[in-house]
T-cell receptor, first 115, second 116 residues
Framework: EPEVTQTPSHQVTQMGQEVILRCVPISNHLYFYWYRQILGQKVEFLVS????????KSEIFDDQFSVERPDGSNFTLKIRSTKLEDSAMYFC?????????????FGEGSWLTVV | AQKVTQAQTEISVVEKEDVTLDCVYETRDTTYYLFWYKQPPSGELVFLIRRNSFDEQNEISGRYSWNFQKSTSSFNFTITASQVVDSAVYFC?????????????FGTGTRLLVSP
């Protein structure tokens, strides 16, 4: 069964460093997302991306964050200057967008630890 | 106000017991989708079910069943004859037409512990 894949599964970085989290969405999907889950808390929406642009973003997704789809398969989340509070599990997700396909499928997550 | 409320923070059961996880949602849209996801200890989010607002038929899939009641804005999840492998955090989530179904709003999750 097709799945969303994410790399790395775990990254430790120093505060102030740039981090790029990578994702390969399901191949025929058109909508892409990043969500975040701080340890022990609920999953929170960060950003949605469609047709090569951001369609919606949350208040969490400030200027430190950016997303990109550099080629036909990858979808990346960049955090420019990481803060301690950016430590979380980051989930990439995708959705086909067809009428009957409004299910968002998640990857296995990238656990980011900022020290 | 929370759009998705999972009032049960943690539930502990013994294997083979039935357990129901509650989910109450709030929306002004007439068209919306409700979801359940499972998050096992390994951390991934596993899709379990999607329900649209026009389909109130209950659904059964093996030991899992879901009870959608628009009158009470609830979408409860029952596991019959629970097993240790069911131990996980379960999240209920909502996507609404006003966001083009682009955004999932999650509840705070219910941790289910099934002991042998």
């Amino acid at each position: 069964e097709p799945e969303v894949t994410q790399t790395p599964s775990h990254q430790v970085t120093q505060m102030g460093q740039e981090v790029i989290l990578r994702c390969v969405p399901i191949s025929n999907h058109l909508y892409f997302y990043w969500y975040r889950q701080i340890l022990g808390q609920k999953v929170e929406f960060l950003v949605s991306f469609y047709n090569n642009e951001i369609s919606e973003k949350s208040e969490i997704f400030d200027d430190q964050f950016s997303v990109e789809r550099p080629d036909g398969s990858n979808f990346t989340l960049k955090i420019r200057s990481t803060k301690l509070e950016d430590s979380a599990m980051y989930f990439c997700a995708s959705m086909s967008g067809s009428y009957s396909g409004n299910t968002i499928y998640f990857g296995e997550g990238s656990w980011l630890t900022v020290v | 106000a929370q759009k998705v409320t999972q009032a049960q923070t943690e539930i502990s059961v013994v294997e083979k017991e039935d357990v129901t996880l509650d989910c109450v949602y709030e929306t002004r849209d007439t068209t919306y989708y409700l979801f359940w996801y499972k998050q096992p200890p390994s951390g991934e989010l596993v899709f379990l079910i999607r329900r649209n607002s026009f389909d109130e038929q209950n659904e059964i899939s093996g030991r899992y069943s879901w009870n959608f009641q628009k009158s009470t804005s609830s979408f409860n999840f029952t596991i019959t004859a629970s097993q240790v492998v069911d131990s996980a955090v379960y999240f209920c989530a909502l996507s609404e037409e006003n966001t083009g179904f682009q955004k999932l709003v999650f509840g705070t999750g219910t941790r289910l512990l099934v002991s042998p």
